[in-house]
């Protein structure tokens, strides 16, 4: 539920620092693909989300949220001239300075992370796919569409979590997963309706589009 805030903290964000004023489209799309998420959340009963209780990890997460929403705005100040590799490549290596104290605090508290081939591999499946691969996605995706129209995107991953859960891990699929489902496919459907039919060549993209490059193998 915290993630899901991402579509309405980016364009709340986006107005001030790039002064783009959220689109109608999103004002209608992202509250209606929030009722699914949220619908899905509390298992179609409203009084269900009022149990729900907030603690020092859900301020964390929520802090993340507006970090990323940040980071996807301020990703149209990155310099023209900056490759999408250089520029990723720059955040895989700084990305571990900040995150060294907190390892060392945990280590020291006698929380070891675990070695073995399955914690080996679940690493290796982060750092690749929803680190690696999934931010040059996200880069190329907020450099075309702006980051409220991508941030609404976020959405999505409660429908994928359902489905993916029916497939892999055989849990059942109720009405209130079908009526939540369909909210947030309308919701950002609506959001992103602005701009489906918009062919764009690289010939017609400003500046501050084209700031993010697609990937491209150095040579």
Not at 167 to 172: A, K, R, V, Y
């Amino acid at each position: 539920m915290l993630n899901s805030a991402m579509p309405l903290v980016t364009p709340l964000i986006a107005w001030p620092v790039l002064h783009q004023r959220p689109s109608r489209h999103i004002l209608m799309g992202a509250p209606l693909s929030l009722i699914g998420v949220l619908w899905i959340i509390g298992k179609g009963d409203w009084a269900i989300l009022r149990t729900l209780s907030f603690g020092p990890g859900e301020l964390l997460v929520l802090a993340a949220v507006c970090s990323f929403a940040i980071y996807s705005i301020l990703l149209r100040k990155k310099p023209a001239g900056l490759s999408a590799n250089a520029f990723l490549g720059g955040m895989v290596l700084s990305t571990p300075i900040p995150m060294l104290p907190a390892w060392i605090w945990e280590e020291a508290l006698g929380r070891s992370m675990p070695f073995g081939p399955m914690p080996v591999a679940l690493i290796l499946f982060i750092a690749v796919f929803p680190s690696l691969v999934a931010t040059l996605f996200w880069n190329r995706c907020v450099a075309v569409f702006g980051p409220s129209v991508t941030g609404i995107s976020f959405h999505l991953v409660a429908a994928y979590s359902t489905v993916l859960a029916l497939i892999f891990l055989d849990e059942p699929i109720h009405a209130y997963h079908l009526w939540g489902i369909a909210f947030i496919l309308v919701g950002v459907s609506v959001g992103l309706s602005e701009n489906i039919g918009k062919r764009r060549s690289p010939a017609q993209l400003t500046p501050k589009t084209t700031a993010l490059d697609a990937p491209q193998i150095d040579a």
